[in-house]
């Protein structure tokens, strides 16, 4: 929830925008979070950098999942590789969305450095944001920035697709093999009872022909 943010935060995103930046929010999910990030980055191909700053979150680490995103990707499983989150999976956007954002961006991580006061100092974030758009290179910390302008592919507008909420609940390869042999198994077991009850049905329906009711049964 917003009204959950601290002030110090909500301050931050909007020393940012204020800087110049063209989005700015809070990422608090490893998943969820970073592929609505991917899915408006990729639609503005003139966002070419990311400034990652504030405080880390100990139990998601949104932070630590989003350096390796953009640094290592993702692996076949759709995980981010390299995360030490709990839950860094992709699920809900393509892996021509992943690519293309990794290709289009530059993160500036101010978690990386020794110094974590600079994480939450408003006029460090302001520094930040307005090297990105300078004509010439300019060093910020260990960073050297500059406009390169708008990435040279057309925007890619999409949605969350898969709308995977618990991707923790996504079995494994093998896993998955052996809930899709019991899923058929009941399928073919729903279909076996649904023609017992059809066939009782029509029998049914038979001797109701045969003995309409009001009348008895002729006693041999």
């Known amino acids: ?27 608090q999910t490893e998943n969820i979070g970073i592929e609505k990030i ?4 990729v639609a503005n191909p003139n966002i070419r950098y990311i400034v990652l700053c504030g405080v880390e979150s100990a139990g ?15 692996d076949e499983k759709r995980c981010i590789i390299g995360s030490k989150a709990p839950t860094p999976y992709l699920y ?15 993160l500036i991580s101010l978690l990386l450095d020794e110094n974590r006061k600079i ?9 930040a944001v307005q090297a990105c758009y300078q004509e010439q290179p300019t060093k910020f ?16 507008c999409m949605k969350i697709t898969w709308r995977i909420t618990k991707p923790w609940a996504v079995y494994p390869e093998e896993e998955a093999e052996k809930m899709k042999r019991i ?10 009872e649904e023609l017992t009850r059809k066939r009782f049905e029509e ?7 045969l003995f309409p009711k009001g009348k008895k049964k002729e006693e041999k």
Not at 95 to 103: D, N, Q, T
Not at 203 to 209: I, P, R, T, Y
């Open 1 to 27: 929830r917003y009204e959950a943010i601290p002030d110090f935060l909500q301050n931050l995103a909007k020393v940012a925008v204020e800087a110049g930046a063209a989005l700015a929010g809070f990422l």
């Open 38 to 41: 991917v899915c408006n980055v």
């Open 60 to 74: 998601h680490w949104p932070g630590d999942a989003f350096e390796c995103f953009v640094k290592n990707g993702v």
């Open 92 to 106: 809900n956007i393509s892996l021509e969305a992943i690519e293309r954002f990794r290709k289009q961006i530059t």
């Open 119 to 127: 994480r939450i100092d408003p006029e460090m974030i302001k520094k």
């Open 141 to 156: 910390l260990n960073y050297i920035v500059y406009d390169p302008g708008a990435y040279p592919e057309p925007p890619i």
């Open 183 to 192: 899923k058929e198994a009941a399928l073919i077991k729903a279909k076996e």
């Open 203 to 209: 029998s049914k329906a038979f001797m109701e022909l």
